[in-house]
């Protein structure tokens, strides 16, 4: 038996069917830490998931259920805690740990002020508690580090996978692909990046940091029942386009497209996004090596996806018109695209379902949760705008006020007085 991986954010979209693949399909002891905050969050936005998720522990029965394995385990626990991250780490000494415990919306760090912060905030202070609680308990396990596509922005030459050679004045340099994100949901990712790579310089953390692509589905192989589902979110602020467009078609009968539609980004299937990450588990960079690692499988804009959904939906009997509405956006409506590809074909990825076919998936599941869509009817137009002057607080979307105190650093200082105590002179 390996040692066990921990999945930080195991709650979530990806996070869910990612814990049930590894404890199906392998051998492996899964620790899913997770705080439910994304369920509050998507609440405050005055939204649920489409699809109803189970507690945890519902979910624990039913994969033991399911699978007849009782290696899945929940632990309740907040990453923004360093107390609370050094306990799980210490405890379950793993030999990969998976970081998804982060805000993953752009347009819900783009309210306020407050959320931005909170974005920022939280994003940073998780992936640093990880860090620093890795390299002291678990100094040579893999942190795979989930990052964004959108840190690159949408640069005018390829986006390399790793770094790339600048020359000036005669002289060459090898540098960090440059960073340009378009909001600050994208830019706490970049600042991940840098923390990443400096615990690598530093301490020699083994780090994979995944800059994915457009996730879009709702199913995988082990969602083989409801008790199973992954929690699928359609409305404007935590919906991402394919998903959302599915939604808008059969509640709307029409597609809101974003300015020129030609905004180009990489995709894949939620199938695909964990057959990745998990190839990337079993083959985790070399001792002391960071690796980044570009998920994505197709790039798209966004007309040619209104397209395919569509003409998809008309074998669903729907009848779909686009309507253009002004980009809520501050983003290229034109632009080149393009990123290299390298380590996941080396690890021998192929795609494991036609975009289409998942768009049918993402079809049948919409209209059989219909009479709840339509409930979110409202939530489906856009509601964030990039733009225009911010307020401190929102008056529509409220935080919940428990998750704008941060842990004060008095805390911090008693932790470290507590460590020190234990520390053999
Ligand atoms: N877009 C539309 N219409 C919509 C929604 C989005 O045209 O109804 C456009 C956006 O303007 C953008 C593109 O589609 O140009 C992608 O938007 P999205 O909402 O599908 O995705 P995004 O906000 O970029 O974020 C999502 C996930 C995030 C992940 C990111 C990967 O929420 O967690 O990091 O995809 S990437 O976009 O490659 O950075």
């Known amino acids: 038996m390996k040692d066990p991986v921990i999945i930080f954010g195991g709650d979530g979209y990806i996070g869910w069917p990612l814990a049930l693949h590894l404890a199906w399909r392998t051998e492996r002891d899964v620790v899913i830490v997770d705080n439910l905050v994304t369920r509050r969050l998507v609440e405050s936005a005055g939204s649920d998931s489409l699809v109803p998720i189970g507690s945890p522990s519902s979910r624990m029965l039913a994969y033991e259920r399911a699978s007849g394995k009782g290696n899945l385990t929940f632990v309740r626990a907040d990453a923004r805690d360093p107390k609370e991250v050094d306990w799980v780490i210490s405890k379950y000494q793993p030999e990969s740990v998976v970081h998804l415990a982060q805000q993953r919306s752009a347009p819900f760090s783009m309210i306020d002020q407050e959320h931005a912060l909170y974005t920022e905030l939280n994003n940073i202070a ?149 057959k990745c990450l998990s190839l990337l588990l079993d083959n985790p960079p070399a001792e002391g090596e960071y690796r980044v690692v570009n998920q994505i499988d197709e790039t798209f804009d966004t007309l040619q996806l209104a397209k395919k959904v569509k003409a998809i939906a008309e074998e669903f009997g729907y009848r779909v018109g686009f309507e253009k509405v002004r980009n809520p956006r501050v983003e290229s409506e034109n632009h080149f695209y393009k990123v290299q590809r390298k380590v996941l074909p080396s690890l021998g990825f192929s795609r494991t379902r036609q975009i289409d076919d998942v768009i049918r998936e993402i079809f049948q599941v919409v209209v059989k949760y219909k009479p709840r869509a339509m409930k979110m009817k409202a939530l489906l137009a856009p509601s964030v705008t990039w733009a225009g002057r911010k307020k401190i607080t929102s008056d529509s979307f409220q935080l919940p006020r428990d998750l704008t105190g941060w842990p004060a650093s008095h805390e911090l200082i008693e932790l470290a007085k507590d460590q020190a105590a234990k520390v053999p002179s």
Do not use: C
Not at 150 to 172: M, Q, S
Not at 196 to 211: E, F, P, S, W, Y
């Open 126 to 274: 998780t992936n640093l508690n990880i860090v620093f609680s890795m390299t002291r308990h678990v100094p040579g396990a893999h942190l795979l580090k989930m990052g964004t596509m959108g840190e690159y922005g949408t640069p005018n030459i390829e986006i390399t996978e790793g770094p790339v050679e600048i020359r000036r004045d005669g002289r060459r340099h090898r540098a960090m692909f440059p960073r340009a994100a378009q909001s600050w949901y994208h830019l706490s990712k970049v600042f991940d990046t840098y923390n990443v790579m400096l615990a690598n310089k530093i301490h020699g953390l083994r780090a994979t940091d995944v800059m994915q692509g457009v996730v879009y589905g709702s199913q995988t192989n082990e969602i083989v029942d409801e008790s199973l589902s992954t929690r699928f979110d359609l409305d404007s602020v935590w919906g991402t386009i394919i998903n959302k467009y599915v939604a808008q078609a059969v509640v709307y009968n029409k597609l809101l497209i974003y300015g020129k539609g030609r905004q180009t980004r990489g995709y894949l299937s939620l199938y695909d996004s964990i």
